[in-house]
């Protein structure tokens, strides 16, 4: 689990909570057709490959074929290594990609050290010492009966194999299968202006040229201005110095619509307390700040940018959601907001998703009471068959299940329906419960959402999306412009 932010690890339950896990389903507007992994943690991030009518599932090292929806079948266990997958189609190689990812551990609050790295900085050193690759490896997964590894690199920059690296390595990125794969990264020692305690290093951006994805090659790192031991100056510049608190960091790919060989030039990303900033990058080797946006009044707590989905900007706008980090409400929810980006330079808030609230035959009026972390985490993903549900979104809410939201008007968005697995693990062994629901996956083309949950994957179908497709079928075309061109 290494580079998870699995976050604060100890619970703060309140008097009205629950004093037992929820092991009942609730449903509104859903139903499901199929369940993958019974009883397993499957929350893992989901990615899709196909060839012809074959479609198939990586997620959590496993290869799991879903042409035929209804009965998933395990095509290959352990078949890669690393989390954080991408996998897109090299036209030019003709070859499927996967990239996956592996970062630095976490500094984890607990019942013992509650502050984290701030009360024990023995995490502190455990990271530095920590044995293993810090960056990125690249399979060739045209067959996906048998990947091949072709590379790996390392956020520093150097030898892959040494025992012992520099930086935190990566933990959320993006590659499309072109020329450059954008990395969310810890380059080195030196990234170590992280406020918030369950973290020690602080990651930017990274790109890399995988032109040839068997021999990356290093392009450019950019990071905001006191990140960096160094640059003190600039750090107590900031409005988050000193609280110990803030996520100082960038947090989530940087999502590029339009391929920069293909001509694109803005690429979006979520940066934690920093907001979200839209860069340039017609010069890709010195990514230049269109704008950065945060909410006014914005207070410490949380990962307040995770992802930024840009899946409507043909409707001008985008969906930026935090990261609950503590279990229980311990701290003040942050929103999902909705933001006007038709001027790139000038990005502004239109509405916030309304916050969810439980089933009526639930035991509980307040899902902070459902024991867990209760937020958004992630939407489904960039790269995904079809055209986004253009009045239709999901977002993974941990203990809330997965939430169904209308965004026909962006101004007034409606929570529509949700499914909400039981939760797993024990009480009494908080790690086995508070990820219910971690990630979220929709064939749009199909109409199918695959549900990551602790109590594995689950096969969600819901009227709001449309009526579903349960046969093979080929793939006509992919969420962004040209996207995995050619690989049929």
Known sequence: MAGATLANRHPHPRPTSLQYLDRNMYRKQTDVLAHYGQGQHRGGKMQMMAIGERR???????VIEVTNPLKPVLLGRNAF???QIQLGYNNKLGKWILMTGRGSRATFSTPKWPHGKYDNPLLIDGNIKEEGLRGVRFYDASNPEKLVLLSQWSCDQGDPARKVQEGAGVHRSYYDGGRYAYLDAGPDNTFINMESPVRYYTNCLQVIDVADPSQPKFVCNWWMPGQRKGEEAEYKKWVEYGDRESFTSKHGPMYVPVKVEDGGKLGYSSWGSFGMIIHDLTDIQNPRVVSRWLP???KPGAIHFHTIDIARLNRGFVIANPEVLNPDCNERYQPIWVIDVRDPRNPKPISQLPVPLPPSEAPYRDYCDRRGRFGPHNP???????????????????NAGLQLFDIADPANPKNSGYFVPPQAGHLDQYDSYP????NVFVEWDRKLMWVGT???IYLITSPLLGTPTLKPMKVAEWVLPGLNAGHT
């Open 296 to 298: 006014p009044g914005q």
């Open 454 to 456: 602790g109590t594995g």
């Open 56 to 62: 198939f599932l990586f997620q959590q090292g496993d």
């Open 435 to 438: 990820r219910d629901t971690d």
């Open 380 to 398: 489904p993903h960039m790269k995904a068959p079809g055209k986004p549900h253009p009045n239709f979104t999901a977002y993974s809410f941990f």
């Open 81 to 83: 290594l690393g989390g």
